[in-house]
């Protein structure tokens, strides 16, 4: 089915989506940019050519792209190593150039080595993340910024540190938003969604925002110590027109091209923005209720493009992002239209009602968060990857854990890293297996795996000196493909010794493989 048709079919779905997304990015895009150190309309530009350019170009029915978390810290280190804002563009549209032409070179491929085990564990990271940091932005605490998901804060505090310290900055008013807003959430998604097509076409997060908006301007006129300060809220700069909003573009300052500092950030950027990227699809393709696959080199394309237009006028590098695709998803999007229209609705509602969207209590978007983040880390995951066994469990859990207690990509490396020992381990073991011909008889039988590697020397090297003297060994090769040569160098040698130890030994290969084996004669 073309876009064109899968756009006019999914309007209904993608619109609400899209606002609710939009919702979600406000904050996320500013908090990012102020985590970056860079000026807050580089993330609203970010998000906007994240939204539309990208979206555009890519193929993900469901991911959303702009400013990533992840790249904060490598932002701000690059802009002070650099000295200047300007120069660091030049760095964003190099990175763009980079992921263009890794792109076109099939590097996209690398999105399909991780397991989904690891991509799972990475989900539910992202999910209890989100649980934890919004717990404090819920209570009106908002000292750490919107979007960040690192276990040590700007502010000095931890993830769960920062949940005791809050207790000194509660405010009763956020909490109050807060609670009405989750009851409105899940009344509209338990009850109300069920009932008429009406509440499905309005959003219960949409219902939810304009909760805070009239919320805070009833307040402000009636009940003064009730309203909520303007650190609770949402805080997008008032360009006042859409020349206004121009006026704030920044340029790259192009001379700095010859740099080599330059290259070494661009570089970075595109490496570290491809791999969120890479494992932002692969966990979006695994919550499409459609089963829909995303073609991982077009999206590094759109990526780049993307990151060529932010930085060609003034924004942060962009990703796909897992926060604003699991909101876009959780909000019934069908297809990118919703990607686009969020990026729409960030252009259009910053410069036209920019006073509007700074009503919006933070509590709010926490609530919507909250709700988000359980759907991301439901205990019946826990029990699905557990009863899965050991081999899926442990990378699960080692994701989850190093994502939570370090950042995203130290996590994805800690479950990689645990998923391949789970591999060998299970390699080790797979290699062969011994059966007895029968219960009292001494011919054996090892039958080897159809890939025998060097990792499984140890393990067959063992059983071969465990044999007793005097047994009749098969030695069955007749599923093997490939079998490395140490252990075919181990094996050549056992033949040889067996006359030693009173062994007959018969070798069965498969007659598919030409081999240059040396069939030994029985002794």
């Known amino acids: 089915m073309s876009d064109k048709f899968s756009f006019s079919a999914n309007l209904k779905y993608d619109v609400p989506a899209s606002v609710v997304v939009f919702f979600v990015a406000v904050p996320l895009c500013l908090g990012i940019a102020l985590a970056s150190g860079a ?31 992840g790249l904060a810290v490598i932002v701000l280190t690059s802009i002070q190593q650099l000295g200047a804002f300007e120069i660091f563009l030049v760095a964003v549209v190099l990175a763009g150039v980079f992921q263009l032409i890794m792109g076109l070179t099939g590097a996209g491929i690398i999105g399909y080595y991780f397991p989904s085990s690891v991509i799972k564990g990475m989900l539910t990271a992202i999910g209890v993340i989100i649980i934890l940091k ?54 509209w998604d338990l009850y109300l969604v069920k009932k008429h097509f009406f509440f499905r076409l309005v959003q219960g997060p949409l219902v939810a925002v304009a909760f805070g908006i009239v919320y805070e301007v009833v307040t402000r006129k009636y009940y003064p110590n009730w309203a909520l300060q303007a650190e609770h809220l ?155 066994g050991w081999s899926q469990f442990l990378p699960f859990m080692a994701t989850i854990l190093g994502v939570v207690f370090t950042d995203l990509l130290k996590g994805i490396g800690i479950g990689l890293g645990v998923a391949v020992l789970v591999i060998l381990r299970n390699s080790y073991r797979n290699s062969h297996a011994l059966h007895k011909e029968t219960a009292n008889s001494n011919i054996l039988r090892i039958v080897l795996a159809e890939e025998v590697i060097f990792l499984n020397k140890a393990a067959i090297a063992r059983q071969l000196e ?44 498969n007659p598919a493989v030409l081999t240059n084996r040396v069939h030994p004669s029985k002794p």
């Open 134 to 187: 919004q717990i404090p932005h819920a209570a009106g605490y908002d000292a750490d910024y919107e979007g960040d998901m690192s276990f040590r804060q700007a502010d000095g505090y931890n993830t769960f540190s920062e949940l005791t310290h809050m207790l000194n900055y509660i405010s009763p008013a956020a909490i109050l938003v807060a609670v009405v807003s989750l009851v409105i959430l899940l009344l």
């Open 39 to 69: 000026p807050l309309y580089a993330g609203l530009i970010a998000g906007v050519c994240g939204g539309i350019v990208v979206g555009l170009i890519s193929n993900s029915a469901l991911g959303v792209s702009g400013p990533a978390a």
């Open 234 to 388: 949402v805080n997008v700069p008032v360009a006042g027109s859409f020349s206004g909003f121009v006026s704030n573009f920044t340029f790259p300052q192009w001379s700095a091209w010859v740099n080599p500092d330059v290259w070494v950030v661009a570089l970075t950027l595109a490496i570290v923005a491809s791999l969120e990227t890479l494992l932002s699809v692969e966990a979006t393709d695994r919550m499409d209720p459609l089963g829909r696959k995303t073609n991982t080199n077009r999206e590094l394309l759109a990526q780049g493009a993307g990151n060529i237009c932010s930085g060609l006028i003034g924004g942060l590098p962009v990703t796909q992002v897992i926060i604003r695709s699991s909101a876009n998803i959780q909000s019934g999007a069908r297809s990118r239209l919703s990607a686009i229209l969020h990026g729409v609705l960030l252009l259009v509602c910053v410069v036209t009602i920019p006073h509007i969207l700074n009503l919006i209590p933070l509590a709010v978007l926490a609530a919507i968060l909250l709700v988000v983040g359980y759907k991301l880390a439901k205990p019946s995951l826990f029990r699905e990857m557990y009863v899965h």
């Open 466 to 509: 465990e044999i007793p003297a005097g047994s009749c060994v098969i030695i069955d090769m007749s599923k093997n493909l490939f079998i490395d040569h140490d252990v075919k160098e181990l094996i050549d040698k056992f033949i040889k010794n067996a006359p030693e130890k009173n062994m007959q030994v018969e070798l069965i290969e």
